[in-house]
């Protein structure tokens, strides 16, 4: 399907919009977790996806499609995580070519540490700036281009993790 109309300019200004506050809080939250002395968002987002598996491994297929920011480098991530003992690789014992990735204990606490500076950057950057009603708003506006706040929370209630 094709679609003839081109788009409004208040809709692509929504877009230019919605794209330079992305990138803009994501680099304001990286600089927050440097300053704290963490390492990058991403090793947070991979173990704590890794934290919510069922036992704490997951194929690095399945870590890639569950991370809330974009790995293009998932295998160098992984490589990273090892390398400091956050997590490690072991066989799949079905399918020998096949692989898990599983965080350690070193992983765990870890993410748990990172979330004190985490979510203080996302208050800093997005809760002081919104009502948790204008958030709602905005979670509602989002769901309509296809980012499900809804599966964000559940997910949060059923680990016992905060929400990202």
Do not use: N
């Not at 203080?120 to 809760?127: D, F, P, Q, R, S």
């Not at 709602?136 to 680990?159: E, Q, T, V, Y």
């Amino acid at each position: 399907m094709s679609l003839k109309r081109k788009p409004s300019t208040e809709a692509t200004a929504a877009w230019i919009r919605l794209m330079r506050v992305q990138s803009r809080v994501l680099d304001a939250v990286e600089q927050d977790l440097k300053k704290a002395g963490f390492p990058p968002l991403a090793w947070y987002d991979a173990l704590l996806e890794l934290s919510r598996a069922p036992s704490g491994e997951m194929r690095p297929v399945e870590l890639e499609k569950q991370m809330l920011i974009p790995q293009y480098s998932t295998s160098r991530l992984i490589d990273r995580l090892v390398d400091e003992g956050l997590a490690a690789r072991r066989e799949c014992k079905i399918d020998k070519r096949g692989q898990f990735v599983e965080i350690t204990e070193t992983g765990r606490e870890l993410q748990k540490k990172m979330w004190s500076a985490y979510s203080a950057a996302i208050e800093k950057h997005v809760g002081s700036k919104l009502s948790d009603a204008d958030a709602m708003k905005l979670c509602g506006l989002l769901d309509r281009l296809g980012c499900s706040c809804g599966d964000i929370k559940a997910a949060a209630a059923r680990d016992g993790v905060p929400a990202r």
